[in-house]
């Protein structure tokens, strides 16, 4: 493999000097502090019901890293930093395409400095059409294809039809190399391969990072900046050729304009915070999306139509306050800060305040962290009473409702080519639980 201290050079043997290659070796000075043995982010193998997860570390470890060892005073500008860096590819979670930063229990793992964005790769769509392919010929739940893989290969097996036998031929030479290789080495290299395309083709809405162009951007950003002309040096947008007329100076932004500028970039940051799948979008999932929810809560919590059922079920056996206060705190994080206060006092009286019309059950240590938290509210204040509620529903509520004969019907519809109802949010949800359900 490619080792990480080869990276920025061309093809001449100089190093590359590029505002992106400057950027990687930063984000990679970082990301060898965080393997660091010492003083790096513990990495370790957790034990799974019937299998091991190897080489893993949970999200809220990063955060907690950036915050100690970066001075970063803020966890929300740690998760940012974070969230770019998983936007790259260093390290990626393990079980979902969509690279970003939870400051949760969510399980990650390093990338290999093969895959990284600085070896400059540039993958060709022949490389993904292998890829896929051989993802098809391993027999294993974690390797199926999302659905817009699914897609992307019918349209590349369309596109080389003459040359497919080739193709098929590569795929089936790598799925032998694979099958000779260590269970738990082959576990972490399908998982690395995996990440590395999630970042060259990544999910449908999302951001192929290794295409932006950052000197592009910060220019875009900051357009007064020094730039050269035929008349030497300009310093300033004002400055002019002896033959052209000046540039007029331009008036500052009036507030009206800077709030539709705001409510602009703000409409983006949540399109980017989303990155949801148009597939995963779609209120008809197919067999494969359904099955997904088995394979995890989170698999189920991530998809609109699986929340909506899973809330449904728990509505049926009267008990949908864990995943209502759940989703209630999921909504808060993304409340502007002036709601902040108001939507806290909300949460509480309606989940956890004496006589509350949906009390949920909490330990006596999370409930009182929870009641002095609340005396100064942030978006924050109820994340020990959720990591509490997730637990609870993750070893109670959520395999109940994959072993209920309602998942089961909906599994065996969408086998046999039938429609799955879409139930209508139960009469008691709020409009924030409504608004919340439907795009977390």
Aim: hydrophobic share 35%; charged share 30%; glycine share 4%.
């Amino acid at each position: 493999m490619a080792q990480g201290n080869n990276y920025g050079q061309s093809s001449n043997g100089v190093a590359d000097e590029s505002p992106n290659m400057l950027v990687y070796r930063k984000m990679e000075d970082v990301i060898a502090r965080m393997q660091d043995e010492k003083n790096g982010i513990p990495i370790r193998t957790v034990k799974s019901f019937l299998s091991k997860i190897p080489s893993v570390f949970s999200g809220s470890d990063i955060v907690q890293w950036l915050t100690k060892n970066l001075s970063i005073e803020d966890p929300v500008e740690a998760l940012h930093l974070g969230t770019l860096m998983a936007a790259h590819g260093y390290f990626f979670p393990i079980s979902d395409h969509v690279l970003t930063l939870k400051d949760d229990g969510t399980f990650y793992r390093f990338q290999t400095p093969y895959f990284w964005p600085s070896n400059c790769w540039e993958p060709e769509n022949t490389d993904y059409a292998v890829y896929l392919c051989k993802r098809t010929m391993q027999n294993k739940a974690r390797l199926e294809l999302a659905d817009y893989e699914a897609e992307s290969l019918a349209r590349l097996q369309r596109a080389f039809a003459r040359k497919w036998e080739f193709i098929f031929m590569q795929a089936e030479a790598q799925a032998k190399v694979d099958k000779k290789r260590d269970k738990i080495e082959r576990k972490i290299l399908d998982s690395q391969e995996r990440a590395f395309w999630d970042v060259h083709r990544p999910v449908p809405g999302c951001v192929n990072t290794t295409e932006v162009d950052i000197k592009k951007s910060s220019r875009m950003r900051n357009p007064h900046k020094t730039r050269k002309s035929v008349y030497g040096l300009q310093n300033d947008i004002r400055s002019h050729s002896p033959t052209h007329t000046p540039v007029p100076e331009t008036k500052p932004p009036t507030e009206d304009e800077l709030h539709r500028e705001i409510k602009h970039w703000q409409m983006q940051l949540d399109r980017h915070r989303l990155k949801m799948s148009k597939v995963a979008e779609s209120k008809e999932p197919g067999q494969q999306r359904v099955k997904r929810w088995g394979f995890g809560m989170d698999e189920a919590l991530k998809d609109p139509v699986g929340r909506e059922q899973f809330l449904k079920f728990l509505e049926s056996e009267f008990s949908s306050e864990n995943l209502r206060f759940w989703l209630a705190v999921e909504d808060l994080k993304k409340r502007p800060i002036r709601e902040v206060p108001a939507r806290v006092q909300e949460i509480w009286q309606e989940f956890l305040a004496p006589g509350a019309p949906s009390a949920i059950n909490l330990d006596s240590k999370s409930y009182d962290k929870t009641t002095q938290n609340v005396k100064d509210p942030g978006r924050y204040t109820f994340e020990d009473a959720q990591e509490h509620i997730y637990k609870l529903m993750k070893s109670d509520s959520y395999p109940r409702f994959i072993r209920s004969s309602a998942y089961q019907e909906l599994l065996q519809a969408k086998k046999k080519g039938r429609n799955i109802p879409i139930f209508p949010c139960h009469k008691n949800c709020t409009p924030t639980l409504r608004a919340s359900t439907n795009l977390l």
